[in-house]
């Protein structure tokens, strides 16, 4: 049955009929535009602190906070670091390990990071991720995501 507004215009009911097409086809568009947009979306910032650089005996013992607080859980994070001394000049390198980090979690790790006084370290190199294993975590994820910071009155954690 026709309505009074549709009688004797068959191009009517075609046109409603292609207009509902293209609203369904941009509708599927946006749906996919969106879900591309998410998945670049980068995941939630891993920070990694240099808190304090404290004398143990001839080394020099790192503390770091290790701040998972918004982020799955990862089972293995294994870090490439260099110590500079004051002038620039590279030192020491050290692989450390830093996992298991629970998710939503914020730990503290020590490690030795040099031997000889804790003043002759001008700043500390996240030179690479060695190993990052976790839910679809891969090296490059985990480099990307890990933001490198220093508390007050340590030396420089960067990048």
Known sequence: MESVFTQGMPWFRA??????LDLLFCLAISLVMLASALAQTPETPLRVEL????????????????????????KSL????FAFDTDGVAQKRVLVELGPLAARKTVLRQFDIAAGACAGIGRVLLND???CEGADLTRD???ERIAP???KGAA????
């Open 78 to 81: 294994k870090l490439d670091l």
């Open 51 to 74: 808190n304090k650089l404290d004398a143990a005996g001839d080394a020099c013992r790192a503390t770091m906070l290790v701040d998972n607080g918004k982020g799955g859980a990862i």
């Open 129 to 131: 991720v060695v190993a």
């Open 141 to 143: 994820t985990c480099l």
């Open 156 to 159: 420089p954690f960067v990048r």
């Open 149 to 151: 910071s220093s508390a």
């Open 15 to 20: 046109r409603v009929g292609h207009l509902a």
